[in-house]
């Protein structure tokens, strides 16, 4: 399917994508089933199959057991409410249900298994674009695996990967997007630093229209990073992520190193001048601006 035809069609939907009245507060709480879901999503010809669940651990170990079992690429995993949501370096990803997007997609791309990271850095590049059909400004991209709103943390993304025989097998990429939340569905512990669409909006929005154009774009997002790689999103990515030139500080477990950002490579890694001159390749570990 053409860009541009995906592009015309999400900038229709977006308009389509938030409300205020309270019908649709009502409706999220009941949108989600496996018939409306299917009857949505299968309107792309990506989508191969939509398997629904009311309540799961995580989505993504449903994915990865289906893949297992020889699931084709582009079945997906929805589900209203995660028990064990996963997050990156071994974090839990609040999931309450009726408000939010937590699903997670088969993919099974002919890539080298050092590439899969890079499905992370596409995935943020589509949410961060439909976060940006909803907000006017305040939309960006944090390394490697989170999109925020005006600062705050709105979406995750966890990429996990079987391989053998130096190819990969299949890549689960795992999204959780805070839609509809209030800021005391927030555990407090985390209301400093997350937020939502309705919390940066004052609208709700609805989810089915919400997680169809998600996939709209990932779709688009995945075609280009197949034919080209992650240079042909670069630009998006950094567009988003407005790092370069910026001072940043690196935090791996108790380990952390500051330094300016010099670029991002080919295969993603972030390109940094530390303190003491010497150049950095950062794989791996949270990205912090400094000066904001």
């Not at 408000?99 to 099974?108: K, P, V």
């Not at 795992?174 to 407090?188: A, Q, R, S, T, V």
């Amino acid at each position: 399917m053409p860009a541009d035809f995906l592009r015309s069609r999400h900038f229709r939907l977006v308009f389509r994508l938030f409300t205020s009245s309270s019908s649709l507060i009502m409706a999220n709480l009941t949108d989600f089933t496996q018939e409306t879901l299917s009857a949505r999503l299968k309107r792309n010809p990506f989508i191969a199959e939509v398997h629904y669940f009311e309540a799961v651990g995580s989505t993504n170990t449903i994915a990865c057991q289906l893949a297992l079992a020889g699931a084709r690429e582009g079945e997906v995993v929805v589900a209203d409410a995660q028990t064990k949501g996963k997050g990156r370096l071994d974090r839990v990803w609040q999931s309450p249900p009726g408000i939010n997007l937590y699903t997670s997609m088969i993919l099974r791309p002919r890539i080298e298994p050092a590439t899969a990271p890079q499905i992370t850095l596409m995935a943020g590049v589509a949410v961060a674009e439909l976060f940006s059909g909803c907000c006017t400004g305040g939309v960006s991209v944090k390394w490697p695996n989170d999109v925020l709103l005006k600062g705050r943390k709105a979406c995750g993304i966890l990429t996990e990967m079987k391989a053998s025989a130096g190819r990969v097998d299949f890549i689960i990429l795992g999204m959780g997007l805070n839609i509809n939340m209030n800021p005391e569905d927030f555990d407090p512990t985390l209301r400093a630093a997350a937020t939502s669409l309705k919390i940066e909006t004052g609208k709700v929005y609805d989810r089915l229209e919400m997680i169809s154009t998600l996939f709209d774009l990932i779709e688009k997002w995945y075609r280009v990073f197949l034919r080209t790689g992650f240079p042909g999103l670069r630009e998006t990515w950094l567009g988003y992520a407005d790092i370069l030139g910026k001072r940043i500080k690196v935090v791996y477990k108790d380990e952390f190193q500051t330094g300016i950002v010099t670029g991002i490579d080919d295969d993603g890694t972030i390109r940094m001048q530390g303190e003491d001159g010497a150049g950095h390749r950062v794989i791996a570990g949270d990205v912090h601006i400094l000066g904001r």
